[in-house]
């Protein structure tokens, strides 16, 4: 069984600029997740796909980030304008049906530097 | 609102001992508990979860943890270290209800001495 895809790995830019993370997950998860993991810190949820709709984007700063699901399959994750502090590792997870018992899955995750 | 302490955030044993990292959650209700591994460069893989039954959870490479309700913990152990556990390790705890999203701890990072 294929695992979550992402990319690309790693990600440099300067601040200011826009960046998009692509994420495929495991075939016939309903559920999509993105996380944000700063350097010494736990993952983050930034926003819960169910399907091609939204469950939770509480944590998301709208002003500057978004995610798409189309078609409730792959998602991508834009930053726009990015500043310092997005510098992060972006997770991506899925899982069958995003019930409290269910295992995520994880990608390898996304790289970003800030400058 | 939930949250997930982790004590210590780097334990360093010698091979062959004892592993031991806790895990303290805060919920009036008891959550599902998840450990997570995390190598260097890739994601997080799932190590032992409760949701309900048996307290003492046995998971992969030789892990298990146990759920105590009267002290809210979920401390992970494992009885004979190993060069390959070095990784850093996350608790998570899950609601039970809503989006059963997932709140992690900030993480303990646990090195083997040879």
């Known amino acids: 069984e294929a695992g979550v895809a992402q990319s690309p790995r790693y990600k440099i830019i300067e601040k200011r600029q826009s960046v998009a993370f692509w994420c495929n997950p495991i075939?016939?998860?309903?559920?999509l997740y993105w996380y944000q993991q700063i350097l010494g810190q736990g993952p983050k949820l930034l926003i819960q796909f169910q399907n091609n709709g939204v469950v939770d984007d509480s944590q998301l700063p709208k002003d500057r980030f978004s995610a798409e699901r189309l078609k409730g399959v792959d998602s991508t994750l834009k930053i726009q304008p990015a500043k310092l502090e997005d510098s992060a590792v972006y997770l991506c997870a899925s899982s069958l049906l995003g019930q409290a018992n269910n295992e995520q899955f994880f990608g390898p995750g996304t790289r970003l530097t800030v400058l | 609102a939930q949250s997930v302490t982790q004590l210590g955030s780097h334990v360093s044993v010698s091979e062959g001992a004892l592993v031991l990292l806790r895990c303290n959650y805060s919920?009036?209700?008891?959550?599902?508990l998840f450990w997570y591994v995390q190598y260097p460069n890739q994601g997080l893989q799932l190590l032992l979860k409760?949701?309900?039954?048996?307290?003492l959870v046995k998971g992969i490479n030789g892990f298990e943890a146990e759920f105590k309700k009267s002290e809210t913990s979920f401390h992970l152990t494992k009885p004979s270290a190993h060069m390959s556990d070095a990784a850093e390790y996350f608790c998570a705890v899950s609601e039970v209800s809503g989006t059963y999203k997932y709140i992690f701890g900030t993480g303990t990072r646990l090195k083997v001495l040879a």
């Open positions: 075939s016939g998860h309903a559920t």
């Open positions: 919920s009036s209700v008891p959550p599902y």
């Open positions: 409760y949701t309900t039954g048996a307290t």
